[in-house]
């Protein structure tokens, strides 16, 4: 079975801090997907990155950036300088890359808030 | 481009009724997904369509149904109602192209259901 944990279930910081949000997750298939969502109070999932299992490059966009380690199981998030617009419940979710079982499992996400 | 689009926003229903729950998917995406977000049990996956076709469920009771209709959009009808079905429920739609990597899912702004 798939798991994906978010430790973090508040975090707080002052603007232009640098932050880090945690994702571990588990599962017993080789192949995988890892996406971070953000969901700020309207209620929409705001896609921000999907990365597949074979790829553990670590991304940047802007001021975030993604840090896929396999050997851990982890897909961190990193804001930089974070600004108050970033405020929002972040979610990692994890899908199985076998057609036919289409669904994302999600984390209990991180609720950040940026303090101004 | 617009995006996924669900109606209504807000709905309150009294406990015993039918609420049902519509969802335009992203032009071009064959997929749409169903999410429940109640509070205290996070982003829980009810239903994914595919070509008209149901292709998955989650761990839902019977009462929670839908169908894809053929222009993709979807419906998501849960009958007799219970106040723990108060929650969020999100859309999404993704283009699934068998054979190749995943494609992103893509989510809507969701539809607040109050039962009383």
């Known amino acids: 079975a798939q798991k994906v944990t978010q430790a973090q279930t508040e975090i707080s910081v002052v603007e232009k801090e640098d932050v880090t949000l945690d994702c571990v997750y588990e599962t017993r298939d080789t192949t995988y997907y890892l996406f971070w969502y953000k969901q700020p109070p309207s209620g929409e999932l705001v896609f921000l990155i999907r990365r597949n299992s074979f790829d553990e490059q670590n991304e940047i966009s802007g001021r975030y950036s993604w840090n896929f380690q396999k050997s851990t199981s982890s897909f961190n998030f990193t804001i930089t300088a974070s600004q108050v617009v970033d405020s929002a419940v972040y979610f990692c979710?994890?899908?199985?890359?076998?057609?036919?079982?289409?669904?994302?499992?999600f984390g209990t996400g991180t609720r950040l808030t940026i303090i101004p | 481009e617009a995006g996924v689009t669900q109606s209504p926003t807000h709905l309150i229903k009294t406990r015993g009724q039918q609420a049902t729950l519509r969802c335009s998917p992203i032009?071009?995406?064959?997929?749409v997904y169903w999410y429940q977000q109640a509070l205290g049990l996070g982003l829980q996956f009810l239903l994914w369509?595919?070509?008209?076709?149901?292709?998955n469920r989650g761990n839902f009771p019977p009462r929670f149904s839908g169908r894809q209709f053929p222009n993709y959009s979807s419906e998501l009808n849960v009958n007799a109602l219970e106040l723990e079905d108060s929650a969020l429920y999100l859309c999404?739609?993704?283009?699934?192209?068998?054979?190749?990597?995943?494609?992103?899912?893509?989510f809507g702004e969701g539809s607040w259901l109050t039962v009383v």
């Open positions: 369509y595919d070509e008209g076709e149901e292709r």
């Open positions: 999404a739609s993704s283009h699934l192209n068998l054979g190749q990597s995943r494609n992103t899912i893509y």
């Open positions: 979710a994890l899908s199985e890359a076998n057609f036919g079982n289409e669904k994302l499992t």
């Open positions: 032009s071009g995406h064959t997929s």
